[in-house]
């Protein structure tokens, strides 16, 4: 059994969406499913220390066969064996350590060490989730900015140079298609670091409708987007870097993105508070698309 001792090369930074590739290793990957590690992928797996954007749909086609893509994750080897996802025990870096991304399908058809495979990602799944992830990030800086007048002390600050709230609360943050679900934790340690909840708490919806006002202005400037990257590996640095009201922004992100602020369409924000012992959790709901049917229209 010979496992890469290279990072994959991943392709879905710069928007691709099919690539060719060379299998480097398979092997069993629960019932009936197997593990198909390539050279090169378009795939984007799903990263298990921060799964923020979800994997990829799609397939590998591999002579005659063509096998879903079950799913798609960050594994890591030192060269002896495989971990995948939430079992690889070392960070990104650690020196002996490959990380690549895990192609998980059916293993009814056998899949060779050398063998072509072509991966082919479902294309409307990627940009619904190219298109959440930007808004997703349009979002948490609009909502610094909405808060940025209620903090005491100074703190970090985000791309905009506002107090970065998202970064100092975050707890998870969901991509979903055309939109996601950011989850906060307002308690006691953001409160020390100098942040005030009483507007917030009080009035969440006129946060909402400042971030949403925001958003919208960002949109409708239709300043383009792009992923730089140190490097065509996994785990090379990547940065979504972007204009906004006149500044450069970049932000570190491993996800993919709409390659102009203007793929986005009727952005809306809501927000919701609940106590949770002693704290506030606050969700952060952004959506970035018409829905896929219209209304009915009105009945003659
Ligand atoms: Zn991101």
Not at 19 to 28: A, F, K, N, Q, Y
Not at 90 to 95: E, N, Q, Y
Not at 257 to 273: C, I, K
Request: net charge negative; glycine share 8%; aromatic share 4%.
């Amino acid at each position: 059994m010979v496992l890469p001792s290279d990072d994959t090369e991943v392709t879905y930074p710069r928007g691709d969406t099919r690539s060719s590739g060379r299998v480097l290793h398979r092997e069993p990957h629960g019932e009936g499913r197997q593990a198909v590690l390539l050279d090169v992928t378009a795939a984007h797996p799903v990263d298990s220390a921060w799964p923020d954007q979800g994997p990829d749909r799609g397939t590998l086609t591999v002579g005659e066969a063509v096998l879903d893509l079950l799913d798609c994750v960050v594994g890591a080897t030192d060269g002896s064996a495989l971990f995948v996802g939430a079992d690889v025990p070392v960070r990104k870096g650690t020196p002996g350590w490959a990380f690549v991304a895990v192609h998980v399908v059916d293993a009814s058809t056998p899949v060779e060490e050398g063998e072509e495979v072509q991966v082919e990602v479902d294309e409307a799944h990627r940009i619904a989730l190219s298109v959440g992830h930007t808004a997703c990030h349009l979002a948490s800086l609009a909502l610094n900015a909405a808060l940025a007048d209620d903090w005491t002390k100074p703190v970090a600050p985000d791309a905009l140079g506002r107090p970065d709230f998202d970064a100092l609360a975050i707890s998870t943050s969901t991509i979903t298609p055309d939109g996601s679900v950011d989850r906060y934790r307002v308690g006691k340690s953001l409160r020390k670091k100098g942040f005030a909840p009483a507007r917030l708490d009080g009035a969440p919806d006129a946060v909402a409708a400042t971030i949403g006002s925001t958003l919208a202005g960002w949109v409708a400037g239709e300043a383009a987007a792009r992923i730089e990257a140190e490097g065509p590996r996994l785990t090379d640095r990547r940065y979504w870097t972007t204009e906004l009201d006149g500044r450069p922004v970049s932000i570190a992100c491993g996800g993919t993105h709409a390659a102009a602020l203007s793929e986005l369409r009727a952005t809306s924000v809501t927000l919701e508070l609940e106590p949770a012992d002693g704290a506030l959790t606050l969700t952060m709901r952004t959506s970035a698309r018409l829905p896929l049917t219209p209304p009915d229209a009105p009945r003659p």
